[in-house]
């Protein structure tokens, strides 16, 4: 089974922890958590992940600002980004869109089915 | 991860979650204990964003899907200043206080 190496930002550690937890019931998964989006543009050039979930708001570099980085970034600048977010109004979805989110993550999440949620924004 | 051990470790967290509650609660009566009838303004108004949006991402993770959504609304309006900072601390205090003693079922 191939292995898809997954990279977890959020600013609160309970949340970090149940979602890395949530994502390796998939047994496909090796995740990785940061606690900021400064600390995912340091890792994810050197683990080369699948696939980055960010929360749309940190402190210091939030979530879309973090995506606009990482596409000036080498080696990640193609990696596909899923927002993991509480705003979920329409017109703010379509701006993460708009930034090349691949897609949105609602926020609270189901600890239960987060892995199956993320599996679809995984490239096949 | 199985899912049991998921489950397991849920459960260890929520019981933290809600020990930070009661600390939420306490916090947002003394806020108000202080201010008497005016309304809290600055700082207080900073951290209560702070507070509704941790609260709206994590409560539903956490089983409290009510105290999330209860969260949302009034972050929105601190947001968009819709809401006196008075209003809303009195708005979350009492969503706190139904997870945190829930009224005996009928």
Redesign the interface.
């Known amino acids: 089974m191939s292995l898809y190496r997954i990279i977890y930002a959020d600013d ?1 550690a ?2 970090r ?2 979602a890395a ?2 994502l ?2 998939d047994p496909g998964f090796d995740v990785m958590t940061c606690a900021s989006g400064d600390a995912v543009l340091e890792l994810a050039p050197r683990w080369q992940p699948h696939l980055i979930l960010l ?1 749309c ?1 940190m402190p210091g570099l939030d979530g879309p600002e973090t995506l606009k980085r990482l596409r000036q970034t080498p080696g990640v600048a193609e990696t596909p980004v899923a927002f993991v977010t ?1 705003r979920i109004q329409s017109h703010e979805v379509a701006q993460l869109f708009m930034l090349g989110a691949s897609g949105i993550v609602p ?6 089915t987060l892995a199956a949620t993320v599996r679809q924004f995984l490239p096949s | ?3 049991s ?3 397991d ?2 459960t260890v ?1 929520r019981t ?2 809600l020990k930070e509650l009661c600390e939420n609660r306490a916090e947002l009566t003394n806020l108000l204990l202080q201010t008497g009838q005016a309304a809290p303004t600055g700082d207080a108004g900073k951290r209560l964003l702070a507070l509704t ?2 609260l ?6 956490f089983g409290f ?1 009510n105290l ?1 959504d209860t969260a ?1 609304g009034v972050h929105d309006l601190l947001e968009t200043n819709g809401r006196d900072l008075r209003d809303a601390a009195l708005t979350l205090i009492s969503a706190l206080t139904l997870v945190l003693d829930p009224p005996p079922r009928a």
Do not use: Q, W
């Not at chain 1, 926020?107 to 239960?112: I, L, R, S, T, V």
């Open positions: 609160e309970d949340i922890e149940i937890l949530a390796e019931v929360d708001v509480a926020k609270p999440f189901d600890a239960m | 991860m199985s899912r051990l998921l489950a470790r849920l967290l933290a979650f949006h941790s709206a991402g994590r409560a539903g993770i899907p999330s949302a």
